[in-house]
């Protein structure tokens, strides 16, 4: 996530959320608890800034998924996931504010480094392969 430019409330949303070849500083955030199964999820590079999903056009699946996934300062409504194991240690990120809208990543094009990142996260009604992720706490 490039949350460089998110350092006030924009009720869009702002910055870019996509994929990167191996894992760096900028994939690197803290599962911020709530009650229950209830978590925002922060930039370490950038505090402050959110994982924000905006799934309120996600009315089916579609093979490309849909809706908007970038960040916000502060977290509110928009920024809280319910996180869910599925199974091999493998989890899901599900929208408080949409349920049965998950957060999507395609990155079957990236297959070495890219300084801005590439590929595609977004949203998606229910869950299958691409709403699948892995958590390594370090």
């Not at 978590?39 to 093979?63: H, W, Y």
């Not at 240690?89 to 801005?116: A, C, H, I, L, W």
Request: with cysteine; proline share 4%.
């Amino acid at each position: 996530m490039d949350g460089g430019s998110v350092t006030s409330f924009n009720g869009a949303g702002a910055g870019t959320v996509n994929c990167q070849y191996g894992a760096g500083p900028y994939e690197m955030f803290v599962l911020r608890a709530y009650s229950g199964d209830q978590f925002s999820i922060e930039s370490l590079q950038f505090p402050g800034a959110f994982l924000r999903m905006d799934g309120g056009s996600v009315k089916r699946a579609t093979s490309t998924g849909s809706g908007t996934v970038n960040a916000q300062f502060t977290a509110g409504p928009y920024e809280r996931f319910a996180v869910r194991q599925v199974s091999g240690g493998q989890y899901s990120f599900e929208s408080v504010q949409f349920p049965g809208v998950f957060m999507r990543m395609d990155g079957s094009s990236v297959t070495k480094p890219n300084g801005g990142g590439s590929g595609t996260v977004n949203c998606q009604l229910g869950v299958g392969p691409w709403e699948l992720f892995y958590i390594h706490v370090i």
